[in-house]
């Protein structure tokens, strides 16, 4: 029997709005679309490409099949969740060109987060792992800008005349801390690595494995209103906007909770039952989750065809096949 979330925060969209606003931008979409794919395939043809200019294209062609999928009404979780297949891609790569010294350009903790939570939700936690492992690399070597800035504000607040206002990082510590229980470590050295973490989720995170039903639903229901807390579905300008404290800053991850949805695979990875809460967040056809794991994925021609340029140019892409498509 579903228990019923006390001070539900009633969700700032719905499918028919977000389906209402892609119409409306459907040409100007696919417009884009026409010419990042067009772009991606002379990328292709190219002998010495510009890898970089290959994921600014993919980036565009991931959010147009989002978009198109939303749009048309194919709200099925588990094949809305193979966006997590590009978006792993993306973020790899980007991490690892920090790592091995060929890009010095910063790299960011709110990407980080997005790609791990959604490799979770959709089961594929070989590619989370390969993230999270990543990123204590980054974060060990300090290479998030965040953390000099965090550094610094928590210098500053010791002088009261020096205040500032911390907003703390959110879906990043959810999702490692995540990866931690799951690797049976009780907490991560968020004071070491500098990094300012907001306590609500750090806490839901801790209590993925809880056996306490009750304990379970509170933090479900408490992961809802928090998801809505800190969605703007319609920023204006929706590359600073989790800089200010909203997380979930476009129409479909405003209630597209796939934070929710790791949290709940981990549980079902465990063996552990699932809390069944009333939330208006989960009562709409986003926010259900989709217990079972697609045992073929569906990958776009784009996409696969991507990987095997990466692959054909440089050695260390060799393993991508395997990661992305045997054993994600």
């Known amino acids: 029997?579903?228990?019923?979330?006390?001070?539900?925060?009633?969700?700032?969209?719905?499918?028919?709005?977000?389906?209402?606003?892609?119409?409306?931008?459907?040409?100007?979409?696919?417009?884009?679309?026409?010419?990042?794919?067009?772009?991606?395939?002379?990328?292709?043809?190219?002998?010495?490409?510009?890898i970089s200019f290959a994921f600014v294209l993919a980036d565009g062609l991931r959010d147009g099949d989002l978009n198109q999928a939303v749009l048309s009404g194919h709200t099925d979780p588990s094949m809305l969740l193979t966006i997590c297949a590009p978006l792993f891609l993306d973020e790899y790569d980007s991490n690892l060109t920090r790592l091995d010294g060929s890009r010095n350009g910063p790299?960011?903790?709110?990407?980080?987060?997005?790609?791990?939570?959604?490799?979770?939700?959709?089961?594929?936690?070989?590619?989370?792992?390969?993230?999270?492992?990543?990123?204590?690399?980054?974060?060990?070597?300090?290479?998030?800008?965040?953390?000099?800035?965090?550094?610094?504000?928590?210098?500053?607040?010791?002088?009261?005349?020096?205040?500032?206002?911390?907003?703390?990082?959110?879906?990043?510590?959810?999702?490692?801390e995540l990866m931690g229980q799951r690797a049976g470590q009780e907490k991560q050295p968020w004071e070491i690595w500098d990094i300012v973490g907001d306590q609500d989720y750090i806490k839901a995170a801790r209590a993925v494995y809880t056996e306490d039903m009750d304990e379970a639903a509170q933090t479900l229901c408490q992961l809802c209103n928090l998801h809505v807390q800190y969605s703007n579905p319609f920023p204006a300008d929706d590359e600073n906007d989790h800089l200010i404290g909203f997380e979930f800053?476009?129409?479909?991850?405003?209630?597209?909770?796939?934070?929710?949805?790791?949290?709940?695979?981990?549980?079902?990875?465990?063996?552990?039952?699932?809390?069944?809460?009333?939330?208006?967040?989960?009562?709409?056809?986003?926010?259900?989750f989709e217990p079972n794991i697609p045992t073929q994925w569906e990958y776009k021609p784009w996409f696969v065809e991507l990987v095997q340029k990466l692959v054909a140019y440089h050695p260390r892409y060799a393993d991508l096949p395997r990661m992305v498509f045997e054993q994600p």
Not at 259 to 278: C, D, S
């Open 1 to 50: 029997m579903a228990i019923e979330c006390t001070n539900q925060h009633p969700t700032k969209t719905n499918l028919k709005t977000i389906q209402e606003y892609l119409r409306e931008r459907q040409q100007y979409d696919q417009h884009r679309y026409n010419f990042d794919l067009e772009g991606l395939h002379e990328w292709f043809s190219e002998s010495n490409p510009d």
């Open 107 to 176: 790299v960011g903790l709110f990407n980080n987060a997005f790609a791990i939570v959604d490799c979770l939700s959709a089961g594929r936690f070989n590619n989370a792992q390969i993230l999270r492992d990543q990123a204590v690399q980054l974060l060990n070597q300090r290479a998030y800008e965040d953390q000099d800035t965090y550094a610094e504000d928590l210098e500053l607040q010791k002088d009261p005349e020096n205040y500032v206002e911390i907003i703390p990082q959110r879906l990043f510590v959810f999702a490692h």
């Open 249 to 288: 800053d476009t129409p479909i991850r405003a209630i597209w909770p796939t934070e929710i949805f790791a949290w709940l695979r981990l549980r079902q990875e465990r063996g552990l039952p699932l809390p069944e809460v009333e939330h208006p967040l989960l009562d709409q056809p986003l926010g259900r």
